[in-house]
């Protein structure tokens, strides 16, 4: 993607404030100027906002990794359009950018794009983010489940892992009778064997995130709107921050650091494509992260033994030595 079209997504997505209305249907450019008008009705706006989105189709497409299909990553974001209806253009731009830097096809697996006000955002799910730490090559598997009432659950964190806790599900139990969850959990096997401290979440602590660090919901709240993904699917958005949490205690990288950031940008209302990771930025940075783990492996390596003259040889020259002086000295 060119410096010059980065420079004006992000000043028009800054320059929109949450909460403003845009018009749709307009470029970078013309999403600053508010020049382009809206099309009269749902269908027409869709249409007119894929129109204008296929403009940008190459730079979209640079930006997905190479086993992600272009195709489908586009066909999800034109599914995703009716939601964004009444969304600033650049935001769009900037929410797909975004979202392809991943490799995260929005379908509502990985990632979904969303509306805030009248920005577009990029939202990792809590598999995006369990998909990125597979990607660090550290981390084998990621378990986070919900432990319910009348199930067998047991923690016990001075004990060594993995008898440090025990969840026993009671499935003969409908589903319709299970309640609500009591609480979260997350941890993840590492390679080589060892598992990951586990993270437990309550509803408490979700609440407790929520408030804090939720800016959506916040803004959710103070315009009556309560259409956040903390209003619509409470238990989803607790189970997304035991994920979280948990990649703070598992071997971190370049990519998490960056979904971290472009996720924290969203709740914020930011433009999110200065956190994401550049292809060419990101390929040399794990490039870099490789040579620096090297080179902290090569000091573990024991320094190689200096050469040193075989005693053996010499001490048979001596005895040798010896040997003739004894016999003469005999003689």
């Not at 731009?93 to 490799?103: M, N, P, R, T, Y």
């Amino acid at each position: 993607m060119s410096t010059d079209l980065l420079a004006r997504v992000r000043a028009a997505a800054a320059g929109t404030p949450s909460g403003a209305s845009r018009p749709a249907g307009a470029d970078a450019d013309e999403a600053s100027a508010g020049t382009v008008p809206t099309a009269p009705n749902n269908a027409e706006t869709v249409d007119a906002l894929h129109t204008w989105l296929t403009r940008y189709e190459g730079h979209i497409a640079r930006r997905l990794p190479t086993h992600v299909e272009a195709g489908a990553f586009l066909a999800a974001v034109r599914d995703r359009l009716p939601a964004l209806e009444g969304c600033s253009p650049a935001s769009i731009l900037d929410a797909v950018l975004a979202c392809a830097s991943f490799g995260f096809v929005p379908d509502g697996r990985e990632a979904v794009l969303t509306r805030d006000g009248s920005l577009a955002v990029f939202i990792p799910t809590y598999r995006g983010f369990v998909k990125a730490m597979h990607n660090s090559g550290v981390v084998t598997s990621v378990r986070v489940e919900f432990v319910y009432p009348g199930d067998e659950f047991t923690y016990e964190p001075t004990r060594p892992a993995p008898d440090d806790f025990r969840h026993v599900p009671n499935l003969d139990l409908p589903k319709a009778k299970r309640g609500e969850p009591k609480f979260a959990y997350a941890f993840a096997w590492l390679r080589g064997g060892d598992r990951s401290q586990p993270v437990i979440l309550s509803r408490e602590d979700a609440e407790e995130i929520r408030d804090k660090y939720s800016r959506a919901y916040q803004r959710a709240v103070e315009t009556g709107r309560e259409d956040s993904f903390w209003h619509t699917d409470f238990w989803a958005m607790a189970r997304k921050s035991a994920i979280r949490r948990l990649v703070k205690v598992v071997p971190t990288s370049a990519e998490l650091r960056a979904l971290e950031a472009v996720d924290d940008a969203a709740e914020a209302g930011r433009p999110q494509i200065d956190q994401a990771p550049d292809p060419e930025v990101a390929a040399l940075v794990a490039e870099a992260e490789r040579a620096a783990k090297a080179a902290e492996g090569s000091q573990d390596v024991p320094p190689a033994r200096l050469p040193v003259k075989a005693k053996g040889r010499r001490s048979k020259g001596k005895k040798q030595r010896g040997g003739r002086r004894g016999a003469r000295g005999r003689a």
